[in-house]
């Protein structure tokens, strides 16, 4: 419906098929217009595939690849290069996020210098990262496209014996796993570059504008939430928090040793406020360890009082680390105890996390020390490597 008084006013309102173009006569001078230049085609072609892939092609145009940024590692240690990547659409259990904020963990550090793991490349890494739910996959309930989410390196599938107990969160099936550049459900990645696959890191690949996470991996958390600050809860900050309160359980008033002043560390010691570094008459009530340096970690246990002491291990050991004590440490009822992820399951207590930072309980901003647009992604790893500041936020849309 319109008025007449438009047509009245010299406005014209017109149709067309095919352009008006006479196939005949006209097409081969379109094929001209390329010939001179005068008309780009390249940038609509965007895949290739053989003919007996046809459905393939189906694929791509159903289900919506989506050509985003991401920072790609291609070999080990070398400065990550920002890509056009396709990423695919969730399947059956997934949800495809757009991630707002990133941040730079120490294990990002350590699996893109590739020292002592298996290489896996190219790869997209990062981990500690909140995002906006774009879309999601068959079978998936409880997140729907605008939530707000934390992906986590680790999951919780609500169903496994794991999941099930009140003391574990290395549920069955989704426990991290640094080995792994695919998804489960087809043992594919998400990620492509003109049909190149690359791999996954965590299951979270957080060091692109869009990444595929199972949804056993995404804490739904409060949507008034900054996700500039509440990224870092994804991992550092948290492993600190639920070593301290889920695992070494300090007494009002208890002495506690921290090894290690990482983001983890200090996560710890920003809680108890009375950080310790030196031996006490008899040793300390607590010990936590956040550096993964295995003589650390039996200074850690060392250091402990006898009778009540209790030693918690956070940081992540070389593989073929081995740890020594004399038993009579154990008789003299020190106990020993290691957290993966402090202890937190992510679906179910990761939200609680960034209520106590929106309830004034937990600080995040003295963690974030640095700040960087997603197209200097590496200037985050100099800031790492060369041990300056905690944490150095990389921000996805400037
Ligand atoms: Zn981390
Ligand atoms: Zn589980």
Redesign the pocket.
Known sequence: MTKPINFLNERTLKGTFFGNYKPRTDLPNVVEMYMNKELELDKFLTHRIKFSEINKAFDLMVKEVVVVAAAVAWEAGKPLVIEQVEVAPPQAMEVRINVKYTSL????LYFWESKGQTPLFPRIFG??AAGIVESVGEGVTELKPGDHVLPV?TGECKKCRHCKSEESNMCDLLRINTDRGVMLNDGKSRFSIKGQPINHFLGTSTFSEYTVVHVGCLAKINPSAPLDKVCIV???VS?GLGATLNVAKPKRGSIVAVFGLGAVGLAVGYLLFNVLAEMTDGGVDRAIECTGNINAMISAFECVHDGWGVAVLVGVPHKDAIFTTKPINFLNERTLKGTFFGNYKPRTDIPNVVEMYMNKELELDKFLTHRVKFSEINKAFDLMVNGEGLRCIISMDD
Request: aromatic letters at 10%.
């Open positions: 963990c120490h294990t990002d981990h500690e390196f994804s991992c550092g492993t």
